[in-house]
């Protein structure tokens, strides 16, 4: 496999197992758009880190009893043998990417496969996976009616620099949580939308002053909260500013710009101007379940969370932190671009999803049959089996238009705020990013001036990635 400079410096740098793996693979063939095997029956395997009765078992049980008889059945009534394995395994995460990578870098492994959306620039860039459109041709991916159903930006989970390497099978969204009560305790509108930071500012500070005793906003800002603090704070903060943590078009980090520091101010005025949020809540190892608690018990004006908050800490039946009459108290809101039109794409409101998906192996033998069976398992009648039994939001927005319509909150992610979405860049460089931008978030919220934080982090940045590959505003 050859490694050229320029993409070594693009995709900055390979996680250790899979770039070791990858260096001692040998090089493997790829045709542009392999044919099918036609002379006799087709076999066919799935692989996904779920097993029955362990790790993810709904989706184990969905692929084993509908998604496999289904598939066979409807190539049989179509004159096709074809028969379909699942692979599943129950490990940890790591374990299962590196087993991936294996299997890939040696020209093996399964002809559907499931990652998450953060290995595939990753997987790209070490030639494990291509896009789609090279394995079973672009008349056959484009002519698929279900991208009609994808949210472009939910696409974006499974695509790297504009090609598409796969298609999602499930996200989520981050939105603004607020409690009605105690906004209608502050005089403040119960249907409250801001459109701007300064918006938000106001609301907490009318928050602070008719309730002292009421912490009036909380963002994840600590090192202790890990990767929310990136996606529930750093990147929709980011976003909000017109800029990209990563920008694929470049292959530069945002290092330190204007928008950089526009962030870490907020951070800054929340946590230390303005005293509208409780600094040392971000400093806690068990931070951000204090602050589930804390909104759960109306001792928090406004949380930025994803919908997990609502589905799983505050369920009032099954959360580990209910509030009984959930529905009623509480109430939620797009997050806004720093000013109207400042977002990108010149958007007004923002959010980050995550979330992953499946690929086809670049040395399938059947890419026509293995394209089918994607296809089926992200139909709309497979997707909405999956998720038969427990409401979540798909990737599909027909499916969410059928299952959400019982739960306001889920709809409203899935309508409102998909659209507007953006991921995570899915380099295997960015967990190493993404904790310097938690310090740098800490650092400002814990009193170090924005300026000397935001010159910490494009530091430790470049030492990362290389100054070559950061944009600096200096």
């Known amino acids: 496999m050859v490694w050229s400079a320029d993409r070594t410096r693009r995709g900055a740098l390979l996680g250790a197992s899979v770039l070791t793996l990858a260096l001692a693979a040998p090089a493997f063939a790829q045709d542009a758009s392999p044919a099918a095997d036609d002379s006799g029956p087709v076999a066919l395997s799935i692989a996904s880190n779920a097993i029955v009765g362990g790790k993810n078992d709904a989706e184990a049980t969905w692929i084993e009893n509908y998604v496999i008889p289904t598939f066979e059945q409807m190539m049989a009534d179509q004159g096709k ?32 496969i499931a990652i998450d959306g953060i290995w595939v620039g990753e997987f790209a860039q070490a030639g494990f996976i ?3 459109d090279d394995i079973v041709g672009t008349d056959a991916v484009d002519s698929w009616d279900g991208w009609d159903q994808i949210p472009e930006a939910v696409q974006g989970l499974m695509s790297f620099e504009g090609a598409r390497y796969g298609v999602p099978a499930g996200t989520d969204g981050r939105i603004l949580y607020f409690r009605k009560d105690l906004f209608e305790q502050a005089g403040l509108p119960t249907d409250w939308q801001p459109t701007s930071w300064q918006d938000i500012l106001d609301a907490a500070q009318q928050l602070k002053d008719a309730l002292p005793d009421v912490n009036p906003l909380q963002i994840d800002a600590g090192v ?24 694929e078009d470049t292959g530069q980090w945002l290092g330190d710009t204007p ?3 526009a962030m870490l101010q907020l951070y800054a005025d929340i946590y230390q101007n303005l005293k509208l949020g409780d600094a040392d809540l971000q400093l806690r190892q068990d931070g951000r379940d204090r602050s589930f ?16 908050l609502w589905r799983g800490v505050i369920n009032p039946d099954t959360g580990t932190s209910p509030i009984p009459d959930r529905n009623e108290i509480v109430g939620w809101a797009k997050i806004p671009a720093e000013q109207p039109g400042s977002g990108i794409n010149g958007q007004d409101f923002v959010s980050m999803s995550g979330g992953g998906g499946r690929v086809l192996n670049p040395n399938t033998q059947h890419p026509a049959e293995a394209w089918a069976l994607m296809e089926f398992m992200n139909s709309h009648d497979a997707v909405l089996k999956q998720v038969e039994n427990a409401a ?36 295997a460089v960015y967990p190493q990013v993404s904790q310097l931008l938690q310090k ?15 010159q910490a982090y494009e530091s430790s940045l470049q030492d990362l990635v290389g100054a070559e590959n950061v944009a600096s505003g200096s």
Not at 100 to 105: M, T
Not at 224 to 247: C, F, H, N, W
Not at 293 to 308: K, N, S, T, V
Request: hydrophobic share 40%; glycine share 12%; aromatic share 6%.
């Open 81 to 112: 043998d074809v028969t379909v394995t699942f692979q599943g395994r129950g490990v940890a995460d790591e374990d299962y990417k590196a087993q991936l990578a294996l299997d890939l870098g040696a020209g093996t492994g399964d002809d559907v």
């Open 130 to 132: 291509t896009p789609l």
């Open 224 to 247: 202790s909260m890990g990767e929310a603090t990136t996606m529930q704070g750093v990147l929709p903060l980011l976003v909000g500013t017109g800029k990209r943590i990563y920008d």
């Open 259 to 261: 928008e950089f520091e």
């Open 293 to 308: 608690q804390d909104f759960a018990d109306g001792r928090i004006g406004m949380l930025l969370e994803g919908d997990y």
């Open 392 to 427: 979540r939001i798909t990737q599909r927005q027909d499916v969410n238009d059928e299952t959400l319509s019982g739960d306001p909150l889920l709809s409203f992610v899935s309508q409102e705020v998909l659209p507007i979405t953006a991921t995570r860049p899915g380099l």
């Open 440 to 454: 740098a978030a800490e650092d400002a919220a814990s009193g170090v001036s924005v300026a000397d934080a935001a």
